[in-house]
């Protein structure tokens, strides 16, 4: 086998836009298991977001969780890097006092302020995680701060906390998702670990992403394929790119791989 080991977002690219995984996609996932070829999922989400996915695909691989923030095997911590509790603290209180709704993730806790907000209703959906309520004052750790508001709004507040938190990794997941974690974690740092630890080449690893913060990962395996749905701006960045989510894009990808 030309790859022995497949790294995938999900969110745009594992995921159709109903947010399901397609047939074709299980099959051929289920192909490689029995190959005996990881098929590790990579996301800014949380554990919960990411596991039942796994046991959709009857799949027991490591898990990359919050963009490298946390990484998991079965229930093993392999790697795990928060906020700094000072950063934390001051990246609250300056958000509490802006119209957007903040969440907070750390491990598999969902910690909401207000779980009628709409915003919350539909990541909720998204994702089939219920958020928990908990006092903000009380949180010493946190893996990542999801800001979610009006596009507008939200690439302002892009603007005001790259000034304010320059040390810290925030970025858009989509027009109305602000994603904020420590700025020493990357996907790419992940899957560096991942393969280290499970003894795999990065030179026979494949990855596939649609977004911003999937670019380094594109670029440090030996095959990174960009989804067609992916912004303009990636597509231009990365050379290798597949059919879109909603076209199977990684099972035509992999199955060109196979053949060559």
């Known amino acids: ?124 959906k998204i994702t089939g995680i219920m958020p928990e309520l908990i006092d903000f004052k009380s949180i010493h750790e946190v893996h990542k701060i999801l800001c979610m508001g009006e596009s507008e709004a939200i690439s302002i507040l892009e603007k005001q906390l790259k000034q304010l938190f320059p040390s810290l990794s925030i970025y858009k997941s989509k027009p109305t998702y602000l994603e904020i974690m420590d700025g020493t974690i990357s996907k790419s740092k992940a899957i560096k670990i991942v393969c280290k630890d499970k003894q795999i080449s990065i030179k026979k690893s494949v990855s596939f992403g649609d977004n911003y913060n999937d670019i380094d990962m594109l670029e440090v395996t030996k095959w990174g394929f960009a989804m067609k749905n992916a912004p303009e701006d990636v597509l231009k960045r990365i050379p290798m790119h597949t059919l879109s989510n909603d076209e199977d894009g990684i099972v035509h990808a992999l199955n060109d791989l196979m053949e060559e």
């Open 1 to 124: 086998m030309k790859f022995q080991c497949v790294f995938s977002d999900i969110d745009g690219t594992l995921l159709n836009t109903s947010h399901q995984i397609t047939k074709a996609t299980k099959n051929k996932i289920k192909e490689l298991h029995e190959k005996h070829i990881p098929f590790i999922l990579v996301s800014a989400r949380m554990p919960k977001g990411i596991r039942f996915l796994q046991e959709e695909l009857e799949i027991d691989d490591p898990i990359i969780c919050y963009s490298g923030g946390l990484i998991l095997d079965k229930n093993k911590v392999i790697y795990s890097q928060t906020i700094e509790q000072e950063k934390t603290l001051k990246l609250l209180t300056f958000l509490k006092q802006q119209a957007i709704c903040t969440t907070v993730y750390f491990h598999d806790h969902w910690l909401v302020y207000n779980s009628e907000d709409k915003w919350i209703i539909q990541e909720s």
